[in-house]
């Protein structure tokens, strides 16, 4: 038995055994890395307690059972009691002499983040595909609307009657309001000016800033690590992109601002795959709120130019947010249900990366 537990222990695959009511009954030492959980913690639980959002999880399991099948799932994302996100590929095998206390034997291989790194990319394509039609179309609008403008202008001075200059004044402010839309949906300039900076600076200052624009009533809530280094970035740029996602949390909060409740993390990451690329160390910032949540039928394309859930929202924010991210050599993630929505985004700090 000691010698089945040391091989057990010793293979590289997380193994987790379970009982006909989905009990744990073991779980090898990959599995307790894995799972962030140690044994002793976890035998006589649930399955169902090892991970957050177990539905898909409890399904396959169950499935396995109830039909004695074994039961293969590929790159299937299991969210960690931590919080944490992994991609792992899940194989259940029912134990079929059904003698012992082991109904199901899982393994669980992680798959690293290669899948969510194509996933990712996949998604920044079809974005980049829509900015660039976006754009191209901006600037079709933008060039005859500075000659609207100036004839407007130009026949304003010619009017005979005063009162007439009502209605070109019109032509000129709405020429002006959609050329300030026409600029936000051209984006960030694409040249970055890059500073090494201090993260927590650019944070302190939007923070001030939506604060203010709260009247006040908001509770921002920081948890930084104040070892992170200085870095290379467009402090004018990372503001912008800031300031887009911590609006958004109070705009959803609205109209009760004085229970939106915004918390700030940093922290720094070794080893991490931003795009195609292996960063030796990257900032990581949090962004959370206990709002409402991302309306389930946005959350996939949320970051998508125009893409909005509210009636006076042009649905650019995030989007001008992810270009500014993505310039830097970064990357910017979502993840929402009702009281937490998560955005966090990684900026490479080693400068030889920038
Ligand atoms: N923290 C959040 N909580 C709830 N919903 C959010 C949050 N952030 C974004 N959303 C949803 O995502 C949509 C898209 O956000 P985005 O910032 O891109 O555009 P917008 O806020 O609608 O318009 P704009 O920012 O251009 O004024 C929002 O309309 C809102 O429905
Ligand atoms: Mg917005």
Excluded at 101 to 111: D, G, I, R, S, T
Excluded at 210 to 217: D, P
Excluded at 241 to 254: D, E, F, G, K
């Amino acid at each position: 038995m000691k010698q089945t537990r040391g091989i057990l222990d010793s293979i590289s695959t997380s193994i987790v055994a379970l009982d006909a009511n989905l009990r744990v009954v073991a779980l090898n030492a990959a599995g307790q890395t894995l799972l962030q959980t140690s044994e002793a913690r976890c035998i006589g639980q649930h399955a169902g307690t090892l991970v957050l959002h177990c539905a898909e999880w409890l399904e396959s399991l169950t499935h396995a059972l109830v039909n004695s099948a074994p039961h293969a799932s590929r790159g299937v994302s299991l969210v960690l009691v931590s919080g944490q996100e992994v991609q792992v590929d899940i194989i259940i095998t029912p134990v079929l002499d059904g003698e012992g206390p082991f109904q199901l034997v899982v393994e669980l291989a992680v798959v690293d983040r290669l899948l969510k790194i194509n996933r990712d990319e996949t998604a920044q394509h079809a974005q980049e595909t829509s900015r660039a039609i976006i754009r191209g179309l901006a600037h079709e609008i933008k060039n005859p609307l500075g000659g609207v403008r100036g004839a407007a202008q130009l026949l304003a001075k010619e009017l005979p009657d005063a009162e007439l200059a009502e209605y070109t004044d019109v032509i000129i402010r709405e020429a002006d309001r959609l050329r300030d839309l026409v600029d936000r949906l051209l984006g960030p300039n694409r040249q970055l000016d890059p500073q090494p900076l201090n993260i927590h600076e650019i944070m302190e200052h939007v923070r001030n800033l939506i604060t203010a624009e709260s009247g006040n009533q908001v509770t921002i809530k920081r948890d930084y690590d104040p070892s992170l280094p200085e870095f290379a970035c467009d402090r004018a740029q990372l503001i912008q992109a800031v300031l887009n996602i911590m609006r958004n949390a109070l705009q959803a909060a609205a109209p009760h601002p004085d229970q939106c409740e915004i918390m700030l993390r940093s922290r720094s990451q070794r080893q991490f795959t931003v795009g195609a690329k292996l960063h030796r160390l990257v900032c990581r910032i949090d962004i959370i709120d206990n709002g409402p949540g991302i309306p389930a039928e946005l959350l996939p394309a949320v970051f998508a130019p125009m893409v909005t859930g509210r009636a006076d929202g042009t649905g650019l924010g995030l989007s001008i947010a992810q270009s500014i991210i993505c310039l830097h050599g970064g990357a910017l993630e979502c993840d929402s249900r009702p009281g937490e929505t998560r955005f966090t985004f990684y900026l490479p700090m080693d400068t030889r990366d920038a």
